[in-house]
């Protein structure tokens, strides 16, 4: 079943994910502000639109993968008195938002959708570019079972694991749980590293020992912090690519606003946000987030 699809936000992980709809034989029309972004879609024959608003005409359904809220808000919503995208998508369409973004922003443009005839659910995703260009990406999915239905058809094409969270909102809950607990993740196994590596110690034969033992983790497995331990790491290649310290240090503080709406206690999350804005500072923002073993190194002599 081929359908009409507008794709809005053409990023790291944009990028793949509207290939892989346009080689499963969807037609696509993308946009993206960026022009280098648009020009690297054309070259694999995707179609770019003139704008949003282009891109959308006619489309059943909309895939958007947007920096933050305001972004998302205001693309749908409008802003400084311009009418957003929601006027221009045909009543019955379905958005599929894969943005990480606060949930009350979800829910926010779910209903502003609703009003006009229109299903909108949020669908964050985890497993970064690899799991964008390989097509692999697990969707946290907020929504009603039906619009999950809808949407599944087109998930697949773009990743591996889907699952319902719940209802619109609950996919970017469970996003922000995941991503707090891997930026507390990343900081504990670059702190066990540097110390091992500090007392001597081989960064790969620690590395090996903790992923066996019971200090084992998704870090440990794939994406070790130390430049060559793993080879396709972004460690391996100067902490390029993967998923930056900025967008780690945002997720963390989507959390922490998160934990302080509904005072729910995350000691551990509050301080990895510290931690990482820290880095930030320090002007490690625009490298992979697992450079943050950077701060907790000795400095070699």
Not at 74 to 92: E, R, V, Y
Not at 219 to 226: D, R
Request: charged letters at 15%; hydrophobic letters at 45%.
């Amino acid at each position: 079943n081929t359908m009409k699809i507008a794709f809005i936000g053409l990023g790291n992980m944009g990028g793949p994910m509207a290939l892989n709809l346009h080689k499963a034989g969807h037609e696509v029309q993308a946009f993206d502000l960026s022009k280098p972004a648009c020009d690297k879609l054309a070259a694999d024959g995707v179609a770019i639109a003139a704008s949003a608003t282009a891109a959308v005409q006619g489309a059943e359904a909309i895939v958007t993968m947007l920096p933050a809220s305001q972004h998302v808000e205001a693309l749908f919503l409008g802003s400084n008195g311009q009418p957003g995208l929601l006027a221009h998508i045909a009543k019955g369409a379905l958005v599929i938002d894969s943005s990480t973004i606060a949930a009350a922003t979800s829910q926010k443009v779910a209903q502003a959708a609703q009003a006009q005839g229109v299903d909108f659910i949020d669908a964050p995703v985890s497993g970064g570019t690899g799991g964008a260009i390989a097509g692999t990406l697990t969707f946290m999915v907020g929504g009603s079972t039906a619009q999950l239905e809808r949407a599944r058809p087109l998930l697949e094409k773009m990743g591996a694991n889907i699952f319902h969270a719940g209802a619109v909102g609950a996919g970017q809950t469970a996003k922000i749980c995941n991503n707090m607990l891997l930026g507390i993740l990343m900081v504990g196994t670059s702190e066990a590293i540097a110390l091992g590596v500090a007392n001597g110690l081989d960064p790969k034969v620690l590395s090996e020992i903790m992923r066996r033992s019971s200090g084992g983790n998704w870090a440990l497995e794939k994406y070790n912090p130390y430049p060559g331990v793993h080879e396709n790491a972004p460690a391996s290649k100067g902490y390029a690519g993967g998923f930056g310290t900025d967008l780690m240090l945002k997720d963390l503080g989507l959390s922490q606003e998160n934990a302080t709406a509904v005072k729910a206690s995350t000691p551990l999350g509050g301080m990895a946000r510290a931690i990482y804005a820290a880095h930030s500072i320090a002007g490690h923002g625009g490298e992979d987030f697992s450079s943050v073993i950077k701060m907790l190194q000795k400095k070699q002599a």
